[in-house]
Structure formats: structure tokens, C-alpha cells
């Protein structure tokens, strides 16, 4: 069955919902030429698309409706995002309100990879040693997601799962380096050796991206 199809008559709220949030990464795509590492640091190959959270937060609501059960699966002591400095895009103001909605009051917090908080409580407001989820809007190898739960890890919590809300390598992985792993959405984009990357064969530059 293709990767988002559902067959006739069992849909559910939460079906349709990802159907439909799944067909709009369509519009949230940007072109160019980016290379990939696995959470080890090899290679992992090119693309020539990655996805724009700042497109995806347009129906931010609804990607939080469907994030909210993925979080809900196992009882945690808060939430902790991966955030760019100055970044518009607070996704956890909106998963902690839709939280909230659902009777569940969890902290939810926006972090830079240096520890900045840019909304919700402080990483010092959290109880001594409290399990956590680490999330971010999109991964790919989950590379940069990993060094994110080290930095947690590092300040005394214990990082019970890793979370995205869209996953977009080829397979979504059931954990990664030990920890598990789950994705709202799984928007599979094909990763190019550079022997066979077009991009390369026109010896146009390749930009790192860390997800």
C-alpha cells in the first residue's frame, strides 16, 4: 500500500488528519542540494528537497492535534524542543495548548542547542532527573536530533523517546542509537549516494543540513 493511502471505510479522525497533513508537505518543499549524516557522522547521502517547518507551521494547529497522541503514548515529565536561535516558529507554545485542551497540563519547552529557552519553562524548572521526549519539526537521519538529546541528557534529564513530527528518510526507524523513535507523519524523499546525485554532476556546491 503507498506510503499515506487509506482503504475505503476504516478511516478515523487521526486517518484523514494525517492524510491530509501529509499531502500539504507538498507545498512546504524547498529545491536545492543538501547532503546528509547518519547519528554516527557518516555520510548519508544528498537531496535535492528538504521541508520547511516555517511552511508547515501555517496549519500548526492541526500538526499538534496529531502530535499530541504521538506524545501521549507513554507518560512523560515534560517536553523539550530543538528551536533555531530567533527562531518565529514556536511550535511548543501550540502543542502545550492543545495538551492542556486534552486535561494534560505537560511542560513544554523550546531550546536552542546551546541551552537558550525561547518559550516555556526553563530547563531549571524541571524536577531533578525528569523523563522527557526531545522533539523537532522534520528528521531525516536523525543526526541533529541526537546531538540535541546528548545536550538534554547532559543537563541531568533522563530522554525517554525522540519525536518529530514529520520523518523523512526512506524508513522511519523504530529508534535511533538506543533511544526510541516515532514520527507523527512519514514523508519518505530519496537520499542520493553522490556518486549518482545529479546536483554533484553539475558541481554545484553542497550545503549540510544537520536533521
Known sequence: MPVGEILPGSETVNDVLRLSLT????????????????????????????????????????WAELFADLVLQQPLAGLIGLSELGDEVDWSTMFAAVLAERGVELPVSSVTAYGIVQSGPALNDYPTAASVAVFNAVTTTGRELNTFRSFIAGRGFKVER?????????????GILGVPYGAAVHFPLPLTPPSSCFECLLDRSVRPIGS
Not at 525522540?162 to 523504530?174: A, K
Open 23 to 62: 499531502e500539504s508537505l507538498s507545498d512546504c518543499l524547498e529545491y536545492g542540494h543538501w547532503g546528509f549524516r547518519h547519528p554516527s557522522g557518516y555520510p548519508a547521502g544528498h537531496s535535492d528537497q528538504r521541508i520547511l517547518p516555517s511552511q508547515m507551521f501555517q496549519r500548526s494547529r492541526e
Open 162 to 174: 525522540m519525536l518529530s513530527l514529520v520523518h523523512r528518510g526512506p524508513m522511519v526507524p523504530c
